[in-house]
Nanobody, 118 residues
């Protein structure tokens, strides 16, 4: 199983980025998929998730509706659209997959760095 995250970069505050996570070795439509992030000197935190069957989405309260998680089952790719970016969104962003029978995320991507500047 491989999860390849991409799309990070440097962006000015107020801007937007779309992260992608290309999956191989599993079908994202059969898994719970999530995005997490880890800022410098901080613990990794939950950002967003999408349920395998219903497609229901969940977000960290702190995001205030600025991010949108989605998936393209045909391309087996997960996305995270981030808008109105703030300095505090600077972090390494990771995608992760959780099998239906698992209680934790089983597979993790390598992370993509997002840097928001003023």
């Amino acid at each position: 199983v491989q999860l390849q995250a991409s799309g990070g970069g440097q962006v000015q505050a107020g801007g937007f980025l779309r992260l992608s996570c290309a999956a191989s070795g599993l079908t994202i439509g059969d898994c719970y998929m999530g995005w997490f992030r880890q800022a410098p000197g901080k613990d990794r935190e939950f950002v967003a998730a999408i349920w395998w069957n219903s497609g229901t989405t969940y977000y960290a309260d702190s995001l205030e509706g600025r991010f949108t998680i989605s998936r393209d089952n045909a391309d087996n790719t997960l996305y995270l659209l981030m808008t109105s970016l703030k300095l505090e969104d600077t972090a390494v962003y990771y995608c992760a997959a959780r099998r239906q029978t698992s209680y934790k995320y089983d597979f993790w991507g390598q992370g993509t760095l997002v840097t928001v500047s003023s």
